[in-house]
């Protein structure tokens, strides 16, 4: 499944797993990416967006809560649960998109908790 919007423009960007800045190791890893467009490039990187050990498309509640946003409701919600174009070779690391998710998860849960205050 390719929910990659300007598809045929050929926009596509790498959205790293591990920062650079953490594991500088990791920069010519080849597993250490996947290919996005620009708009879920940019998402991914703010954690807005992520990915399960399946490779399926997983929300932020921040963004799951913009149900009302058509641009939302066309670019991201109709694509959960849909399943990442894998390459052929240099799978992601799964375990990079596990700590990729967690960290989503929990700055929703602090951002909740600073919010309460």
């Not at 807005?48 to 498309?57: A, E, K, N, V």
């Not at 932020?60 to 959960?80: G, I, N």
Request: proline share 4%; net charge neutral.
């Amino acid at each position: 499944m390719r929910f990659l919007v300007w598809q045929s423009l050929n926009c596509w960007w790498r959205a790293i797993l591990f920062p650079w800045a953490e594991n500088e190791s990791r920069r010519a890893d080849p597993t250490n990416g996947i290919a996005l467009n620009a708009l879920y490039d940019k998402a991914f990187d703010r954690h807005l967006i992520s990915f399960d050990g399946d490779f399926r498309l997983v929300l932020s509640p921040k963004v799951k809560a913009k149900t009302e946003d058509a641009m939302v409701q066309e670019y991201f919600l109709r694509y959960e649960g849909e399943t990442l174009d894998m390459p052929d070779r240099f799978f992601p690391d799964v375990q990079a998109l596990k700590k990729h998710r967690e960290i989503m998860l929990h700055n929703y849960t602090s951002s909740i908790w600073s919010d309460s205050k």
